[in-house]
Nanobody
């Protein structure tokens, strides 16, 4: 089991920036694939970005060039740097840890982009 705690969500104006953090405990992130997902009201939960245990990032087309996923193994924390935020980025953002057949989710953090 991995315990995940997200933080950093909030209200931001269009064009603004936020940094989400996902602190993990119970397993080293260097052995774990980490991802950020988001879910808007009435919609399915979609992948935003992920970083493999080897440090390779991938992104959804909708956030390429605006969002960056990074990992600090010493702090066992994954980050999502979000720039150029748009109203359509409004959602609950979830952190996910996966390895072998195991998957753990965080509780989520709300991001609202509005003027």
């Amino acid at each position: 089991q991995v315990q995940l705690a997200e933080s950093g969500g909030g209200l931001v104006q269009p064009g603004g920036s936020l940094k989400l953090s996902c602190a993990a405990s119970g397993r080293s992130l260097s052995l774990t694939n980490m991802g950020w997902f988001r879910q808007a009201p009435g919609k399915q939960r979609d992948l935003v970005a992920q970083i493999s245990r080897y440090g390779l990032p991938t992104y959804a087309d909708s956030v390429k060039g605006r969002f960056t996923i990074s990992r600090d193994n010493a702090k066992n924390t994954v980050y999502l740097h979000m720039n150029g935020l748009k109203p359509e980025d409004t959602a609950v953002y979830y952190c996910r840890a996966s390895w072998d057949v195991y998957v753990n989710w965080g509780q989520g953090t709300q991001v609202t982009v509005s003027s």
